[in-house]
C-alpha cells in the first residue's frame, strides 16, 4: 500500500540555522505530495504541495521539491525561526476523479528551535 | 469564515462505553473526512463522507461509523471502546469538487481518553 516515511524527530535548531527533513514515499500511480504543520494547540495546516514531478512547493520561506526518481520530497528552509517549532508532517494523496482524496501521513517530525 | 470545528475538545470514556464526536465543516465544504492520531503517530484516515454517505474507508473496524448531515456537518461513533482507542480525532473538510489539490482542512481535534 502507499505509505510515507519521514526522519525521526526531534531535531533541535538554533534560530538562523538550516532545516532539512527528509520524506520518501511509496505509492501506486502518481500521488500528490504535501507538507503540513502542527503548531502546539492548533490543528493541521497545509504548509506546501507538489502535484507532479519537479514542481516545487514553498511558502512562508519552506520549499519542499518533488522528486520522481529518488520518490522524495524533503522540506527545506534556509533560516529557521523560533515560530516555526511544531510537528511537521509529509503527506501524500492518489486523486480520485470528482472526489476529494484521502491523506496518507507520516509520522510526523518534530522542530524545536531555540534562540 | 468560520473554519472547521469539533466537540468537544477532551473527554474521558471507560472500556466497552460508546462515544460520539461532532464535526463542523468550514463553510462551503461539502465533504468531511476524520481521522485518528495516536500519540507521536501521524493521522490515520477512518473514513469519508459526502452526500451523508460514507465513499471511502480505512483499516478501521466496524466499531466506528459515521453520520452525515444534510447541512453536511458529521459524527463519528465508537462503540465499545478499547484503551488502545485512546487518540487525538481529527475531522477535516474539503470541497468535492476540487479535482486538482486535494487540500484539507483540519479542526483542533477531539481528544479520547479510555481508561
Known amino acids: 500500500g502507499d505509505s510515507v516515511t519521514q526522519m525521526e524527530g526531534p531535531v533541535t535548531l538554533s534560530e538562523e540555522a538550516f532545516l532539512t527533513i527528509n520524506c520518501t514515499y511509496t505509492?501506486?500511480?502518481?500521488?500528490?505530495l504535501f507538507w503540513y504543520v502542527q503548531y502546539p494547540g492548533e490543528g493541521l495546516q497545509l504548509l506546501l504541495k507538489a502535484t507532479k514531478a519537479d514542481d516545487k512547493g514553498s511558502n512562508k520561506g519552506f520549499e519542499a521539491t518533488y522528486r520522481k526518481e529518488t520518490t522524495s520530497f524533503h522540506l527545506e528552509k534556509g533560516s529557521v525561526q523560533v515560530s516555526d517549532s511544531a510537528v511537521y508532517f509529509c503527506a501524500l494523496t492518489l486523486l480520485n476523479t470528482g472526489t476529494a482524496s484521502k491523506l496518507t501521513f507520516g509520522t510526523g517530525t518534530r522542530l524545536q528551535v531555540t534562540l | 469564515d468560520a473554519g472547521v470545528t469539533q466537540s468537544p475538545t477532551h473527554l474521558i470514556k471507560t472500556r466497552g462505553q460508546q462515544v460520539t464526536l461532532r464535526c463542523s465543516p468550514k463553510?462551503?465544504?461539502?465533504?468531511v473526512s476524520w481521522y485518528q492520531q495516536a500519540l507521536g503517530q501521524g493521522p490515520q484516515f477512518i473514513f469519508q463522507y459526502y452526500e451523508e454517505e460514507e465513499r471511502q474507508r480505512g483499516n478501521f473496524p466496524d466499531r466506528f461509523s459515521g453520520h452525515q448531515f444534510p447541512n453536511y456537518s458529521s459524527e463519528l461513533n465508537v462503540n465499545a471502546l478499547l484503551l488502545g482507542d485512546s487518540a487525538l480525532y481529527l475531522c477535516?473538510?474539503?470541497?468535492?469538487?476540487?479535482?486538482?489539490?486535494?487540500?484539507?482542512?483540519f479542526g483542533e481535534g477531539s481528544r479520547l481518553t479510555v481508561l
Open positions: 463553510s462551503g465544504h461539502d465533504t
Open positions: 477535516a473538510s474539503s470541497l468535492r469538487t476540487i479535482t486538482s489539490t486535494g487540500e484539507l482542512f
Open positions: 505509492a501506486t500511480g502518481y500521488p500528490s
